[in-house]
């Protein structure tokens, strides 16, 4: 259904809901969503598969190519996911234009700073020797 | 309706307190023994025979389960499928005992390994 179809004159020019902006958002969310599902699973399913959770045991799994991959991905797409998320809600009940801009941003920002905090962790286990 | 909030208080414990833990785990192993072991103190720490964290983290485990299970519930609501009130309240208690059965399922697993 195209919007021009469906829309009043009023509706068409602001196209909008509560999110003020287009699809887009909308769809990243539902195809992060699917990434997460195969990450997800992985995920808990390498917690299952290891023979035990001991800092050793759970460096050589993320030093691996195999574990590292994976949860590079997973931070990744689980922060940009979590951020698409929340700002859901935000905009659902944070009705004011200046809070709502103040929300988004400091929930861009957390999203971004905790992204980067696993991305490094990672990286050091990943690039780091196996003790 | 009660899944569909479900989904959102879930899905905003699962941002918080899911990716805030996962970012100071990876943090803790990537920092040798001695910060994993603060880590798992934390993690086994016990306030009076109740083990704090460990309920935290059944409670995330479960978060993410019932999220992933009304998640799928909600793509297949996006195809337009699903709606009659039979079989989307079938669903929507589908996906509360899936991810009960599946919290159980998994910490009856992982507390028999670390025994």
């Given at each position: 259904m195209s919007l021009g179809d469906s829309a009043t004159p009023l509706g068409r020019v602001r196209g909008l809901g509560s999110a003020h902006h287009g699809g887009e958002h909308w769809l990243t969310e539902r195809v992060t969503s699917i990434a997460l599902l195969f990450l997800g699973t992985w995920f808990i399913a390498s917690?299952?598969?290891?023979?035990?959770?001991?800092?050793?045991?759970?460096?050589?799994?993320?030093?691996?190519?195999?574990?590292?991959?994976?949860?590079?991905l997973l931070i990744i797409v689980g922060f940009r996911h979590a951020l698409d998320g929340v700002k859901v809600v935000v905009d659902d009940y944070v009705h004011e234009e200046g809070s709502r801009f103040a929300w988004n941003?400091?929930?861009?920002f957390l999203a971004v700073g905790g992204g980067a905090i696993a991305l490094f962790a990672l990286a050091r286990i990943a690039f780091g020797a196996v003790a | 309706m009660a899944v569909s909030i479900l989904h959102r208080v879930t899905g905003v414990a699962l941002s918080f307190a899911g990716l805030g833990i996962l970012a100071w785990w990876l943090f803790a192993i990537?920092?040798?023994?001695?910060?994993?072991?603060?880590f798992e103190a934390?993690?086994?720490y016990r306030f009076?025979?109740?083990?704090?964290?460990?309920i935290v983290l059944v409670g995330l485990t479960w978060s993410f389960f019932q999220h992933l299970l009304s998640g799928i519930r909600h793509l297949v609501m996006d195809t337009g499928a699903a709606f009659e009130l039979g079989i989307n309240k079938t669903f929507a208690i589908l996906t509360i005992v899936g991810s009960v059965v599946l919290t159980a399922a998994l910490w009856v697993f992982l507390l028999g390994v670390a025994k």
């Open positions: 917690l299952l598969l290891l023979p035990k959770l001991d800092q050793r045991t759970l460096i050589e799994w993320l030093h691996a190519p195999s574990g590292a991959i994976p949860m590079a941003t400091l929930l861009l | 990537s920092g040798g023994p001695d910060a994993y072991g603060n934390v993690v086994n009076y025979q109740v083990p704090l964290a460990l």
